[in-house]
Nanobody
């Protein structure tokens, strides 16, 4: 059974930083791309970032470029999202995703596995 468990969310002031972690089990972690999505209250789910299996390629949604960094440690079966210069509009539940089944990584339906989410709240 595949499990993706996020941690590291919380309340932070605007301009602050948080690092989210996602621990994966039940899949050959080092073989698959991993990603992050987010969903704010009353809004549609939004793509955030993707990292390929070897960490050689990363992609970001435009609004987080230069502020967020996705990384992974295949030895620990964990993917990270370092979030700096946080803004109130970054407030959302952040979801880890695993095993990309189609090339369109920005489409949530292209991802086979999802975590339960972790809340990030940025106060102004």
């Amino acid at each position: 059974q595949v499990q993706l468990v996020e941690s590291g969310g919380g309340l932070v002031q605007a301009g602050g930083s948080l690092r989210l972690s996602c621990a994966a089990s039940g899949l050959t972690f080092s073989s698959y791309a991993m990603g992050w999505f987010r969903q704010a209250p009353g809004k549609e789910r939004q793509y955030v970032a993707t990292i390929n299996w070897s960490s050689s390629t990363t992609y970001y949604e435009d609004s987080v470029k230069g502020r967020f960094t996705i990384s992974r440690d295949n030895a620990k079966n964990t993917v990270y999202l370092q979030m700096n210069s946080l803004k109130p509009e970054d407030t959302a539940v952040y979801y880890c995703t695993g095993q990309l089944s189609r090339i369109n990584y920005r489409d949530g339906s292209a991802w086979k596995y999802w975590g339960q989410g972790t809340q990030v709240t940025v106060s102004s």
